[in-house]
């Protein structure tokens, strides 16, 4: 049973017992001190302990609390007990009435406590009441701590997701205290100016004014010891308008392959990827019969893809439907009704070159092989030192499906074959075959096959000349000393110079006499592979 509080609040009143029930006797006089009323006994020590129940139903401590703090009170009583808690401030006169009371703990047992926050400090009153017969020890543990630490606080607009098109957002605020509890909260719609405080609401409605963009808000909230948090705010995206489709492969009226095709849509903003995987495109047969196959959304492009799961009927029209696609802030994507594609066969085509690696000049002869000849064009293409891409000539496949082309090469030249397609099939690509041209160095003066004549410690200047002419070509020359004893050459220094205008000059200085070989070298580049030349003979004296 638990108190009444409002019913006695006329006269002082004392309560006892009788026959387990409630009886109100008015009380005449009470000492100074009388620790069953206001204003009891100055609380001693945590823990406090002491006998209640029967006739004693009341024990009163009085407390000085400091501004700025928080009293923690926590009791416990023996079993069969029911013990409350109340918390009474310096306006009550006494514990039998509602005046300034401002806490309690009732349960149905005797385990209550009471946190509660003091800004400006004072004397309260602390009261253990019993509500059965039971006679039980009670034990009150309490302590009081300043509240100095301000309260945290973060915010989410319509559980944080990134647009809407609804101006009105559900905003909420999580935010902790550690001591006194959080008492209020205020709002900004700029960081600056802010409303006024208001009790703390852990969600509420907000809605944005126009027009559609980045919408922003900001919160903060105080405890109940006054501190104040520091600002949190999110931000999300007002957008009202629906979305529309920037590209569609295949364009309507247009050819998809049989095999291998792939839907794909362009869409001119983001979409919610959840609303195409879905069933963002339907793709059905001339029956209505809907196409099984796989969907992806690739966000860097905006471009949602449909593979077909099996391959489709050459020849055969095919209806293309966009379902529910939705963009970022929920607007359905702009109707576009529907549209057919026709599938089409697409032929495959290998491409090989032959000889892979040639010098400048030399000829290469490029051969191809495609599995059918649907009719239209086949054509050789070639893209020289990574340049564009360029047509070189026509070609016409054997009744083997097999064609082929000579060409002549003057730099890393990389070939493919493109089949334009048809009314009856698809366009398609070979792969790619690459020769690697090498760079002609070689040494100014006699051929190889002569031997030259130097001397020891005297310097020696090597031109090397370059096919095609070119300017800052790094060129190298690697000398090789014969080792008699061992019948071997030997490497015993690389110099390196810069081309200009086609020749580059290298000083080299041999320590001793003997017979040496001279090997020149340049890096591969995107133009050319690495090139090498023949080694020169030197007979150093």
């Known amino acids: 049973m638990h108190r009444a509080v409002a019913a006695f ?42 006998l209640l129940g029967g006739d004693a139903i009341d024990r009163v401590y009085s407390i000085e609390i400091p501004r700025q703090n928080v009293l923690f009170l926590s009791l416990t009583g023996d079993p069969g007990t029911d013990f409350d808690l109340y918390l009474f401030d310096g306006t009550a006169l006494t514990v039998y009435g509602t005046q300034g009371l401002v806490a309690k703990s009732t349960s149905n047992g005797s385990t209550e406590s009471i946190t509660y926050a003091a800004p400006a400090g004072g004397r ?37 997701i990134p647009a809407t098109s609804d101006p009105t957002v559900t905003v909420s605020v999580i935010a902790t205290d550690d001591l006194s509890g959080l008492d209020a909260m205020q709002v900004s719609s700029d960081g600056n100016v802010w409303a006024e405080w208001q009790p703390y609401a ?10 559609d963009g980045t919408k922003q808000l900001w919160v903060r909230v105080r405890d ?16 009202s308008n629906p979305p529309g489709i920037a590209a569609r492969v295949p364009e309507p009226g247009g050819t998809l392959r049989a095999n291998g095709g792939v839907v794909r849509i362009t869409f001119t903003e983001p979409i919610q990827p959840a609303s195409w995987l879905s069933g963002g495109v339907v793709v059905q047969d001339r029956d209505s019969v809907g196409i099984f196959g796989t969907y992806a959304y690739d966000a860097a492009t905006r471009t949602g893809s449909f593979t077909p799961g099996i391959p489709l009927q050459a020849g055969a029209l095919y209806v293309v439907t966009l379902g529910a696609v939705r963009d970022l802030a929920g607007n359905l994507v702009e109707a576009s009704g529907e549209w057919t594609f026709t599938a089409v066969i697409a032929p495959t085509i290998a491409v090989a070159v032959a000889p892979r690696t040639a010098m400048i000049g030399g000829s290469v002869t490029i ?14 293409e070639r893209s020289v030192a990574g340049g564009a891409w360029a047509t070189v000539e026509p070609l016409i496949p054997d009744a083997a499906g097999v064609m082929s ?11 493919r074959i493109h089949y334009a397609g048809s009314q009856f099939s698809a366009e398609s690509m070979s792969g790619s075959a690459r020769v690697l041209v090498r760079r002609v160095v070689r040494l100014e003066g006699p051929q190889s096959n002569v031997t030259r004549v130097g001397y020891a410690r005297t310097t020696i200047t090597l031109v090397a000349l370059l096919t095609p002419a070119a300017p800052a070509v790094k060129v190298s020359a690697t000398v090789y000393q014969n080792v008699p004893a061992s019948r071997a050459y030997v490497r015993v220094a690389t110099v390196s110079a810069q081309s200009a205008g086609g020749r580059a000059r290298i000083a080299w200085r041999p320590g001793t006499a003997g017979t040496y070989r001279v090997v020149l070298s340049t890096p591969g580049t995107v133009g050319f592979a690495p090139g090498i030349s023949s080694g020169y003979r030197w007979e150093i004296r």
């Not at 008015?26 to 620790?35: F, G, M, S």
């Not at 309260?124 to 006679?135: C, M, P, Y």
Request: aromatic share 8%.
């Open 367 to 380: 051969t191809g092989q495609t599995d059918s000849a649907p009719g239209g064009s086949f054509t050789l």
């Open 124 to 160: 309260f009153f602390v009261n253990i009441s019993s509500f059965s017969t039971v006679v039980g020890y009670y034990t009150l543990r309490w302590s009081i701590r300043p509240d100095t630490t301000a309260p945290t606080v973060s915010l989410a607009l319509d559980g944080g």
């Open 405 to 415: 082309a000579a060409a002549v090469v003057r730099a890393n030249t990389t070939f």
């Open 224 to 239: 109940r010891q006054g501190n104040v948090s520091r600002a949190a705010t999110a931000s999300i995206v007002l957008d």
């Open 202 to 211: 852990p969600a509420f409605l907000w809605t944005f004014p126009p027009p």
């Open 9 to 50: 609040v006329a006269v002082p009143l004392a309560v006892v017992l009788a026959a387990g029930a409630l009886v109100a006797v008015p009380r005449t006089a009470r000492a100074a001190d009388d620790p069953s009323n206001i204003p009891g006994t100055p609380l001693p020590d945590s823990p406090v302990a002491g």
